[in-house]
């Protein structure tokens, strides 16, 4: 079992940045595909990145690309998403989530995942 808790949302003016970390209690860590997504009011879940267990390719969505970067700490077993150049449409909810599968094409979708944090708030303020 992993448990996953998202930090470091908040409002920021368009234009800035913010760092968001997920802690993960699990042992093995080191051994899950990680990602991101987010969702805003009333839209589905999206993907926003993902980071191969084995440090391989990272995938971004093309929405985020040159933007966010996605990286993990595997001793500290924390994965984190550092958001620059923010613009109002990246406000929403943003959560990680944890697979123990590989997908040969990347792991982009919600049903691909095992385990979810609670999610965390991001407001871009134009």
């Known amino acids: 079992q992993v448990q996953l808790v998202e930090s470091g949302g908040g409002l920021v003016q368009a234009g800035g940045s913010l760092r968001l970390s997920c802690a993960s209690s699990?042992?093995?860590?080191?051994?899950?595909?990680m990602g991101w997504f987010r969702q805003a009011p009333g839209q589905e879940r999206e993907f926003v990145a993902a980071s191969r267990w084995s440090g391989g390719p990272l995938y971004y969505a093309d929405s985020v690309k040159g933007r966010f970067t996605i990286s993990r700490d595997n001793g500290k077993m924390t994965m984190y998403l550092q958001m620059n150049s923010l613009k109002p449409e990246d406000t929403a909810v943003y959560y990680c989530a944890a697979s123990t599968k590989t997908y040969l094409s990347g792991n982009y979708y919600p049903h691909q995942y095992d385990y979810w944090g609670q999610g965390t708030q991001v407001t871009v303020s134009s």
């Open positions: 699990g042992r093995t860590f080191s051994s899950y595909n």
